[in-house]
Nanobody, 118 residues
């Protein structure tokens, strides 16, 4: 069955770093555009970063540009989000999403909590 399993979240001090991972199984990973979303308490889920199927093109939310970097390893069926210079306002649950640009199928992971606090 299709699975997206995120890991790497946790509690970190402001200015710290985390690397989130999302391992995919049950579908052809390399055919899917991958994205990371965040959802803070009481707020809507928001797109943080996306990456094309080959990894050739990425985009990042303006507020995380220069701090977060999305990447993928199609050989490992994994997408990453490197998060540097973390701020308290980055605190949220982070979800990965897989989307097939042709079929329209989408899959979501269960999320991983990131808390930035001193």
């Amino acid at each position: 069955q299709v699975q997206l399993v995120e890991s790497g979240g946790g509690l970190v001090q402001p200015g710290g770093s985390l690397r989130l991972s999302c391992v995919a199984s049950g579908f052809t990973f390399r055919s899917y555009v991958m994205s990371w979303y965040s959802q803070a308490p009481g707020k809507e889920r928001e797109l943080v970063a996306g990456i094309t199927t080959t990894g050739g093109i990425t985009n990042h939310l303006a507020s995380v540009k220069g701090r977060f970097t999305i990447s993928r390893d199609n050989a490992k069926n994994t997408v990453y989000l490197q998060m540097n210079s973390l701020k308290p306002e980055d605190t949220a649950v982070y979800f990965c999403k897989a989307a097939n640009p042709f079929s329209g199928y989408e899959y979501w992971g269960q999320g991983t909590q990131v808390t930035v606090s001193s």
